[in-house]
């Protein structure tokens, strides 16, 4: 157990220290804190500026909910782009290796930065927009940013399959993101949403953990919240399944084909 446990924690490390670009102070500091506090801000004074001051509380708690998988889709992404750029998915299918701890262990390090993003997010909303924390549920909410940061994770890793086909991550990234901003609830209401647009939002992460976090906010308790929190997680474990049964057809595919380095 204690060497399954070292090489799952040996994986995450070498993915995260030789495939994650932003890994200098300059990038992960505006990456991790600095971005998601002026998209709050942003979002928020500008619902305040279209005459809805009364709904700052709502930006801004979608704001920082969605600086999770704003900031987990940028890190793994490029780390799965990386990997094949870099010429390391060859070694990785060469090996004898547990292809879903590989596939697994390229998250593992990146899962603290949604939770710091989404937490200096919620600081500077009360610092800066007077976000209201005397009726919230604090239990729920750590509970809600664990398990939302969970389901997004999984999500980004799924996508990750495609910046390896694709060899890019810049436009998954933006796909991602912006798909997740639309449909999940972060500005406009889910069930405001057009038809198509509103049953996109059912079935992808953050929507119901989302509303769940707003709840808490109001005071609501974990029991009151445990729906909407099995589902986030339902929907994380359904990207996590797909995802990794998609990393192992690109590799059937590339062995089939001869093509190793690409991967497609």
Partial sequence: MAAALHNIALQAYYSYKGLFLWLNWTAYISNVFIAPVVFVVIVTLTGRFAG??????????????YAIPAILSGGILQSFCYERTFGTLSL?????????????????????NGLLAAATSLLFGWLLLDLDFSR??????VVLLLVIS?????????VGNFSIALREWIIPVGITNGLLLITSGVVVPVDQ???FLGE???V????HGLSALREAFEGASLGDLVDDIVYELVVGLCYLLAGGFLFS??????????TYESAI
């Avoid at 057809?249 to 001869?258: F, M, Q």
């Fill in 136 to 141: 919230l549920n604090w239990p729920a909410l």
């Fill in 200 to 202: 996109i939002g059912r």
């Fill in 204 to 207: 992808v992460p953050l929507t």
């Fill in 150 to 158: 969970f389901s997004c994770l999984c999500l980004c890793l799924f």
């Fill in 52 to 65: 809805q001051s009364d709904s700052a509380n709502a930006y801004i708690i979608g704001m920082a909910a």
């Fill in 249 to 258: 057809l690109l590799e059937a595919n590339a062995k089939r084909t001869g």
């Fill in 92 to 112: 990785i299918y060469a090996s004898r290796s547990n292809r879903w701890v590989t596939y697994w262990s390229k998250g593992l390090l990146h899962y603290p």
């Fill in 193 to 195: 949403l057009p038809g």
